[in-house]
């Protein structure tokens, strides 16, 4: 079992950047696809970003291609999401999740708390 904490959320206007953190408490880190998820108020939770547990593979969602980037350092047991041009519709709670397979969008066994990002107009 692994836990997660994000970190890194906040107020910021539209077209600003942020980075978000998740930290894993397990040391075994690279066994762990990592992605990323939202949800918004009212809102279903949402897929954003996924990163192969070596990082050579990523995928995201059609909303934030060329916006936001998933990376991590598995020396560190951290995963970002780095987020620009951010727009009103990314106001959402994120979070990260984890998973013992190569790589995955669904079914993420592990989930932190969230953080809670704001973007005002």
């Known amino acids: 079992q692994v836990q997660l904490v994000e970190s890194g959320g906040g107020l910021v206007q539209a077209g600003g950047s942020l980075r978000l953190s998740c930290a894993a408490s397990r040391r075994t880190f690279d066994i762990y696809a990592m992605g990323w998820f939202r949800q918004a108020p009212g809102k279903e939770r949402e897929f954003v970003a996924a990163i192969s547990r070596g990082g050579g593979r990523t995928d995201y969602a059609d909303s934030v291609k060329g916006r936001f980037t998933i990376s991590r350092e598995n020396a560190k047991n951290t995963v970002y999401l780095q987020m620009n041009s951010l727009k009103p519709d990314d106001t959402a709670v994120y979070y990260c999740?984890?998973?013992?397979?190569?790589?995955?969008?669904?079914?993420?066994?592990?989930w932190g708390k969230g953080t809670l990002v704001t973007v005002s107009s």
């Open positions: 999740a984890a998973d013992l397979q190569e790589f995955t969008i669904y079914g993420m066994s592990f």
